[in-house]
């Protein structure tokens, strides 16, 4: 004699189906009951917390909690929380501004600087390499140019090079002052562009060194080429 059926339902995160145990004999039956009272009863750990039961009721008989409703439930609370998302501050932005000014301060005359010093190296290149040929014109014409002239290399076998205007020049111009008697010059290299303006160095006969402006201002007593500070 069979007795009377118990329906349930077992839901899964696939799928969902309809289990109905036939029931023999009324001790089996009464299994089911209490089973089916206990799954009903079953809540999911902590459910009631952060906005309520996260689990199916019907899914306690496999304990999987309803992934999609917790996921939305987060995303929820994540675009409802008016504390996590907020902009910048006046003082924060004038901090920050502050911070940068600082730091320009400090990297813009180092940078200047060091724009200055490779720049320098292209005069003093120059002043070198002049000063070589004008001994070697010396040294076939007893002299550094014609007596009574004012240019250096003046001659009547003036040599290409005597314009004194090399063609990789970028930062400076040159000139030659020929000495009363010929038996001397002065070599000057001129800053004309960007960071070398305002720097000039000269070279005499006698390999004298000198510079007589230095970023802008004049500079006495320098028997030396300056390209990082005022002291030789």
């Not at 002052?177 to 290299?189: F, K």
Request: charged fraction near 20%.
């Amino acid at each position: 004699m069979s007795g009377p059926s118990a329906t349930f339902t077992v839901k899964s995160r696939a799928d969902r189906f309809r289990y109905r145990p036939t029931c023999g004999r009324f001790a089996v039956c009464s299994r089911a009951s209490d089973w089916e009272r206990n799954r009903r009863s079953k809540r999911a750990p902590d459910g009631e917390q952060d906005g309520g039961d996260l689990f199916d009721s019907d899914t306690a008989l496999t304990g999987v909690p309803n992934l999609a409703q917790a996921s939305t439930h987060g995303m929820k609370q994540i675009r409802n929380a008016p504390g996590d998302l907020h902009g910048f501050t006046l003082i924060e932005v004038m901090i920050v501004v502050a911070i940068v000014a600082i730091l320009a301060s400090i990297a813009l005359p180092s940078y200047e600087s060091y724009l200055r010093r490779g720049q320098a190296q292209e005069a003093f290149g120059a002043l070198a390499d002049y000063r070589t040929k004008l001994e070697l014109y010396y040294q076939d014409n007893r002299g550094y140019g014609v007596a009574g002239g004012v240019d250096c290399a003046n001659g009547p076998t003036a040599p290409s090079w005597s314009s004194f205007v090399p063609s990789d020049s970028q930062y400076f111009s040159y000139s030659c002052v020929l000495g009363a008697d010929n038996q001397s010059y002065t070599l000057t290299a001129t800053g004309a562009r960007s960071s070398s303006v305002g720097s000039v160095y000269t070279i005499t006969e006698a390999n004298e060194k000198g510079t007589t402006r230095f970023k802008g201002s004049l500079v006495v007593g320098r028997p030396c080429w300056l390209a990082r500070g005022d002291e030789c």
